[in-house]
Nanobody, 115 residues
Framework: QAPVVESGGGSVQPGGSLRLSCAAS????????MGWYRQVRGSQRELVVS???????TYADSVKGRFTISRDNARNTVYLQMNSLKPEDTAVYYC?????????WGQGTQVTVSS
């Protein structure tokens, strides 16, 4: 099984919502952190939001108030609820799982916001 498995994504009109899920193999360590990054072709990958095993979150300013991350430590899974989506949210979204020692990346999932 891959270390990180993503699901969700797709196409939606502006103002719509999508939900992404990311499941990491193994148990959640006390120093672990999971999060979502996104990348537009030709640009650098940027942080969208991250959450520690203790529940501390870090959001990019561009998504504050619209995106919400939650974490199920028992399942080592995070969920990203994306509301009020904008065309500029269009990107490939990557899940990242940092165990405290090693960083794993998902394969990426496309999110397209277009009318």
């Amino acid at each position: 099984q891959a270390p990180v498995v993503e699901s969700g994504g797709g196409s939606v009109q502006p103002g719509g919502s999508l939900r992404l899920s990311c499941a990491a193999s193994g148990s959640s360590g006390s120093n672990s952190r999971m999060g979502w990054y996104r990348q537009v072709r030709g640009s650098q990958r940027e942080l969208v939001v991250s959450i520690t095993s203790g529940g501390i979150t870090t959001y990019a300013d561009s998504v504050k108030g619209r995106f919400t991350i939650s974490r199920d430590n028992a399942r080592n899974t995070v969920y990203l609820q994306m509301n009020s989506l904008k065309p500029e949210d269009t990107a490939v979204y990557y899940c990242n799982y940092f165990t405290g020692l090693i960083s794993y990346w998902g394969q990426g999932t496309q999110v397209t916001v277009s009318s």
